[in-house]
T-cell receptor
Framework: GENVEQHPSTLSVQEGDSAVIKCTYSDSASNYFPWYKQELGKGPQLIIDIRSNVGEKKDQRIAVTLNKTAKHFSLHITETQPEDSAVYFCAASTGDNFNKFYFGSGTKLNVKP | NAGVTQTPKFQVLKTGQSMTLQCAQDMNHEYMSWYRQDPGMGLRLIHYSVGAGITDQGEVPNGYNVSRSTTEDFPLRLLSAAPSQTSVYFC?????????FGPGTRLTVT
């Protein structure tokens, strides 16, 4: 099966700085890569996603890049704010139906005011 | 819309006991799934369903049963709880690409 590795496990930045979280995957057939934000005591929530036919996608302060050759993708958050503090998960899915999702181990982001 | 709801929020079981974790969604999604979340391991897929009457195994299915009799409900059954099943359990549903997660059930098996 697919193996998704995520780094770093914790990340502390100053408010206003940028944060980058990186994931690698093992199955070259994976073709959908979502990112989730999980706040304390809540379920994960999709914040951005990218499909394998696209190299980069941006939504306001959040962007995701994908390198299919190297099998890695990254989450970029610019101008971080204290409310960005949470645990972030990357995931990968494969196939036409995207029935199975494989998650990274998570990154705890702390934005210091 | 309530989205995805899960009950109970917390549960303590003794080894060998059985229980059912409930999950319901009101978005008319065909796809539903169950994950467990353990510290440092992210979320791991237990079982999923692509519609009423259709279920399949995920990454870690052993010790868990599921069935899907309606579009709305997807219960997860633990037939004989073990301490290794202590975890936080999340149910999710999906219409297009986006998965919507419930608030989770924290299960402790002693």
């Amino acid at each position: 099966g697919e193996n998704v590795e995520q780094h770093p496990s914790t990340l502390s930045v100053q408010e206003g700085d940028s944060a980058v979280i990186k994931c690698t995957y093992s199955d070259s057939a994976s073709n959908y890569f979502p990112w989730y934000k999980q706040e304390l005591g809540k379920g994960p929530q999709l914040i951005i996603d990218i499909r394998s036919n696209v190299g980069e996608k941006k939504d306001q302060r959040i962007a995701v890049t994908l390198n299919k050759t190297a099998k890695h993708f990254s989450l970029h958050i610019t101008e971080t704010q204290p409310e960005d503090s949470a645990v972030y998960f990357c995931a990968a899915s494969t196939g036409d139906n995207f029935n199975k999702f494989y998650f990274g181990s998570g990154t705890k982001l702390n934005v210091k005011p | 819309n309530a989205g995805v709801t899960q009950t109970p929020k917390f549960q303590v079981l003794k080894t060998g006991q059985s229980m059912t974790l409930q999950c319901a969604q009101d978005m008319n999604h065909e796809y539903m799934s169950w994950y467990r979340q353990d510290p440092g391991m992210g979320l791991r897929l237990i079982h999923y369903s692509v519609g009423a009457g259709i279920t399949d195994q995920g990454e870690v299915p052993n010790g868990y049963n599921v069935s899907r009799s309606t579009t709305e409900d997807f219960p997860l059954r633990l037939l004989s709880a073990a301490p290794s099943q202590t975890s936080v359990y999340f149910c999710a549903s999906r219409g297009g690409f986006e998965q919507y997660f419930g608030p989770g059930t924290r299960l402790t098996v002693t």
